[in-house]
Nanobody
Framework: QVQLVESGGGLVQAGGSLRLSCAASGRTFDTYTMGWFRQAPGKEREFAAAIDAGGGVTDYRNSVKGRFTISRNNAENTVYLQMNSLRPEDTAVYYC????????????????WGQGTQVTVSS
């Protein structure tokens, strides 16, 4: 089992940047695919980005490609989401997730979840 704690959310103007961090507990962090989901008010939670256990494979939803970058530091049990060129439609609670594969993560099959961090982008 893994416990996840997000940080780095906040209020930013459109066009600005934020970097989210997710600290994970446990000794097996480097065996998990890590990712980020987001949930806007009144909408379902949606996949945003994922990175495999070794950090060599990444996956993004189309609307964030070229603007968001996911990365991880296995020595520090941390995954990051660098968000650039933010738009008002990126406003959401962002959740860190852990899973056994990118495919399982996308399907939410047994994901572990953090508590979420709010990102608000003003126009």
């Amino acid at each position: 089992q893994v416990q996840l704690v997000e940080s780095g959310g906040g209020l930013v103007q459109a066009g600005g940047s934020l970097r989210l961090s997710c600290a994970a507990s446990g000794r097996t962090f480097d065996t998990y695919t890590m990712g980020w989901f987001r949930q806007a008010p009144g909408k379902e939670r949606e996949f945003a980005a994922a990175i495999d256990a070794g950090g060599g494979v990444t996956d993004y939803r189309n609307s964030v490609k070229g603007r968001f970058t996911i990365s991880r530091n296995n020595a520090e049990n941390t995954v990051y989401l660098q968000m650039n060129s933010l738009r008002p439609e990126d406003t959401a609670v962002y959740y860190c997730a852990a899973s056994l594969s990118v495919a399982r993560m996308r399907r939410d099959e047994g994901n572990y979840w953090g508590q979420g961090t709010q990102v608000t982008v003003s126009s």
